[in-house]
């Protein structure tokens, strides 16, 4: 039998849901309106297309969207500048800057000058370390979202061997600590371990993140898995000349033979990042009013 395919697009859109009977509470009891400032720095077309996306998204849940475009050339001292007025500011609660920026300006520098009550991107030292320890931080987006989709399908996560392939600051380690938190038992695999194959072999939980496409392949996956591919590569697409093709680090169609469950791309982890910008949006704006962070929309 085929595994169930993860539709993470209509997910996605029941969080929204969510979050917006949150935010029209939240106005209703306690006249405050979460608020997401996005800066975007230069003209980059693929950057432009998602701060749009962020700002449509935000506007239709009832949030406040405050954008900020910036020259490419712009400084560091008055990207800072900025940083600062918005870390100030009381209607605003969640703050990222889209990322690439400019090669003259540094990203972590950037991530640290954000006020770590108030990023929602999860990628600050100080939200690492919080959900390290297993304190109540902002938790990266995609990670996030990935444990919802999990959670959905499988309920209770205790005891699962959970494999993430790939180690990176802004994925592989957020979710290893979250399955962590869930009670599973696991690894983080990459590119370079030894016997990766067998290691995948015994997941319950395998989740893919390293920017290979097609690298596992459905011999590599345990029958009944739930497989969560978060990578994403376009290629010429073979059959429609000028067009582009997407591929997930899984091969797709092997998986589906073999799993459980398995998330498509595109449409299964892309469309729960923004939605968990927003959840984060949220309960940054409740902690910062002394108020309970609503069920469902955190780690």
Sequence with gaps: MAATVIDGKAFAADVRAQIADHVARLKEKQGITPGLAVILVGEDPASEVYVAAKHK?????????????????????????????LNADPSVHGILCQFPVPEHLNERAVVARIDPAKDVDGLSVVNAGLLASGENGLVSCTPLGCLMLLRDQLGDLTGKNAVVIGRSNLFGKPMGQLLLQENCTVTIAHSRTVGLPEVCQRADILVAAVGRAEMVRGGWIKQGATVIDVGITRIPHPDKPGKWKLLGDVHYAEAMEVARAVTPVPGGVGPMTIACLLANTVTACCRANGLNVPEGLTA
């Design 57 to 85: 998204q935000t506007l239709e849940v009832g949030m406040a969207s405050f954008e900020h475009k910036l020259p490419a050339d712009v400084t560091e001292a008055d990207l800072f500048s900025l940083i600062d007025r």
